[in-house]
């Protein structure tokens, strides 16, 4: 058998098995092959209907991005991704979900908010971590090869 | 014998050296650029009295350890009994930084493992650990006199790193 016509075969064996159950549901009015289908295709609707209705507010709650937040999430994975997770050692902020990481991240997004630039939030981090901190470490002469000791990806 | 093979059998033990030097190596240390910087300022509340707050500036004037651990640390555990110790021979105080731990959970390990510090403060969301440069715990920091930190341990404290480096620094600052 050819994958297709298996694939054709399970179909038509689903629907024929929820066709059943539906038609063996008590019902008041009659039952039919065509009772059932409009059934399952009002259910569909109504729960599809019930779903924008929930949909709608929640939406509303949390309120539609603007291009400034935009702006602020990319900035903050551009920068967290420049960032070592210190925990994981091989991965960034913006891959890694070790504690720290998560952390960093929202001092990340939390600096952005305050309006610091790329800049000072680089240094804040370096200032506590050590250029260690950064994935990609600038090379300099007063290393005592603290970075040849780190893992490179 | 053929003067060409000396050339390669001189980098492979060259590269042997260095490959051997690498493995005493701990990739996990990361050197704080903190050492020799003022300690970072913070007014936490205390463990165990949190309508009082505690910050650097109140120990001024004396040499003080800074030990960052947790009720959920597994390594806590391991140095605990040596802090202990170390807080009943009263040589240095020792600072407990709470670090994002619920305070229940913090005094119920203190009570069970025994209560080595002089005064524990509550970081609960980690803001002041990302301010020491904290990335794991324990910790513990040397702190000096004018308030400037002096040293670094990543890692539980044990008896050796007491002996040899923490305790001579620490009499040696207390001198000063």
């Known amino acids: 058998m050819t994958l297709a016509a298996s694939f054709r075969r399970m179909r038509e064996s689903s629907i024929a098995s929820s066709q059943r159950r539906w038609i063996r549901a008590p019902r008041s009015k009659p039952s039919g092959a065509g009772f059932a289908g409009t059934t399952i295709a009002m259910r569909c609707a109504s729960v599809l209907a019930l779903c924008a209705l929930l949909a709608v507010p929640a939406h509303a709650a949390e309120g539609v991005p603007t291009e400034q937040d935009r702006a602020t999430q990319s900035r903050a994975t551009a920068i967290a991704e420049q960032l070592r997770c210190l925990v994981c050692q091989n991965q960034t902020i913006a891959d890694s979900n070790a504690e720290l990481a998560v952390d960093l991240r929202r001092q990340v997004r939390e600096q952005i908010a305050a309006g610091r630039t790329d800049r000072e939030i680089i240094d804040f981090m370096t200032a506590r971590y050590g250029d260690f901190v950064l994935y990609r470490p600038p090379f300099k002469a007063r290393d005592r090869g603290d970075h040849a000791r780190a893992p490179d990806p | ?176």
Request: net charge positive.
């Open chain 2, 1 to 176: 014998m053929n003067r060409k093979l000396l050339i390669p059998l001189a980098l492979f033990v060259a590269l042997v050296g260095f490959l051997l030097v690498g493995l005493g190596l701990n990739p996990r240390e990361v050197p704080s650029p903190l050492v020799g910087k003022p300690a970072p300022d913070f007014k936490l509340a205390q463990l165990h009295q949190p309508e009082r707050m505690l910050g650097p500036t109140d120990l001024k004037g004396q040499v003080w350890l800074l030990n960052v651990w947790a009720s959920w640390c597994v390594s806590c555990r391991v140095e605990h009994p040596l802090l202990v110790e170390l807080s009943k021979s009263k040589v240095v105080p020792l600072v407990g930084l709470n670090y994002k731990d619920k305070p229940n959970e913090g005094l119920a390990w203190l009570a069970q493992h025994g209560n080595p510090y002089e005064v524990s403060v509550v970081d609960r969301d980690g803001r002041v650990g990302i301010d020491w440069g904290v990335y794991g715990v324990p910790e513990t920091f040397v702190v000096d006199k004018a308030g400037t930190i002096r040293y670094k341990h990543i890692g539980p404290v044990d008896a050796a790193a007491l002996e040899k480096k923490i305790l001579p620094l620490v009499r040696e600052l207390q001198k000063s």
